[in-house]
């Protein structure tokens, strides 16, 4: 299931407010329970989103599928979702509670696109230039986009560097139309 801009920025609510409730000590007990409950929970979705289910007998899906594996304060926040009919987030706000985890461990999260693929010494370097931009420890996801025709397109937090054939094509397009 694809998700909308808009699902994306309310998953990254609940996680903040999860992370919120649960604190820095518990995040990474936490973060950990999400993402092994998105993953137990990813057969059941279809029924704890069908409308006709009863909210009752979504929470004791949760509850007997969960048993034993996730602490009672990630239960309820499970439960919210399910409450809320925003149980589909589930993934996403795993995903970004991670992300915050990391960044308050001083981790940043980065996706580099390139137009071929990168040998590990590139990806190192790579590493190396953002984790001096930002100050901090990266995460880097490489990945292969024959789209881009040449270069690489780095995302790291709000930023984008852009520095594919493609990127300076349209730049040189702009420059010429204006």
């Given at each position: 299931?694809s998700l909308t801009l808009s699902d994306?920025?309310?998953?990254?609510?609940?996680?903040?407010?999860?992370?919120?409730?649960?604190?820095?000590?518990?995040?990474?007990?936490?973060?950990?329970?999400?993402?092994?409950?998105?993953?137990?929970?990813?057969?059941?979705?279809?029924?704890?989103?069908?409308?006709?289910?009863?909210?009752?007998?979504?929470?004791?899906?949760?509850?007997?599928?969960?048993?034993?594996?996730?602490?009672?304060?990630?239960?309820?926040?499970?439960?919210?979702?399910?409450?809320?009919?925003?149980?589909?987030?589930?993934?996403?706000?795993?995903?970004?509670?991670?992300?915050?985890?990391?960044?308050?461990?001083?981790?940043?999260?980065?996706?580099?696109?390139?137009?071929?693929?990168?040998?590990?010494?590139?990806?190192?370097?790579?590493?190396?230039?953002?984790?001096?931009?930002?100050?901090?420890?990266?995460?880097?996801?490489?990945?292969?986009?024959?789209?881009?025709?040449?270069?690489?397109?780095?995302?790291?937090?709000?930023?984008?560097?852009?520095?594919?054939?493609?990127?300076?094509?349209?730049?040189?397009?702009?420059?010429?139309?204006?």
């Amino acid at each position: 299931m694809s998700l909308t801009l808009s699902d994306r920025s309310l998953a990254r609510r609940y996680a903040r407010a999860f992370y919120a409730r649960v604190g820095r000590e518990g995040a990474a007990q936490a973060a950990g329970e999400l993402a092994a409950a998105a993953r137990t929970l990813a057969g059941t979705a279809g029924t704890l989103r069908h409308p006709r289910v009863t909210l009752e007998a979504k929470k004791r899906l949760l509850r007997e599928s969960l048993q034993g594996s996730v602490s009672e304060g990630t239960l309820r926040f499970l439960e919210l979702l399910v409450d809320k009919k925003r149980f589909e987030l589930l993934a996403a706000v795993a995903e970004d509670f991670a992300r915050l985890c990391d960044e308050e461990r001083g981790i940043l999260h980065a996706c580099a696109r390139s137009a071929a693929a990168l040998d590990p010494g590139q990806t190192e370097a790579l590493k190396a230039r953002l984790k001096r931009f930002f100050g901090k420890e990266i995460a880097l996801e490489v990945r292969v986009d024959p789209e881009l025709i040449g270069g690489a397109v780095v995302r790291a937090g709000d930023w984008v560097f852009d520095a594919s054939l493609q990127g300076e094509l349209s730049r040189l397009r702009e420059r010429l139309a204006g």
